[in-house]
């Protein structure tokens, strides 16, 4: 799997240029929500020795996401309604804003 040269050329190259713009990997859809042609970390006996620290590495930046930033969405309502991709998918994606923690604390000690 991911190793068709009729999708990319080169395949087993690292070239990161291929995801810039003009490349032949521009746009792709890497999480394979819409179709898979690619696979990052690949399968069975190749599979990425680094994908357990990748896997890690976004624990912790989730994490810092959750406990560094403050989250809000622009009305009082979020859609929940599922659209069956790869995956199950939000049918209309969730748009939200992105705060520092420290900020929304001077705004509320401000407001006081």
Do not use: Q
Request: with cysteine; net charge negative; hydrophobic share 40%.
């Amino acid at each position: 799997m991911g190793r068709d040269e009729r999708e990319m050329e080169k395949l087993t190259k690292f070239v990161p240029e291929r995801f810039l713009s003009g490349g032949d990997g521009e746009g792709m859809d890497v999480a394979g929500s819409r179709e898979i042609r690619m696979m990052p970390f690949d399968v069975s006996r190749r599979i990425c020795a680094g994908l357990g620290i990748a896997r890690l590495h976004l624990e912790y930046f989730v994490g810092y996401l959750v406990n560094e930033l403050w989250h809000e969405v622009p009305s009082d309502e979020v859609d929940f309604a599922e659209k069956p991709e790869f995956t199950l998918i939000m049918a209309k994606p969730l748009c939200a804003r992105t705060i520092p923690s420290d900020v929304v604390d001077k705004l509320k000690a401000e407001s006081l």
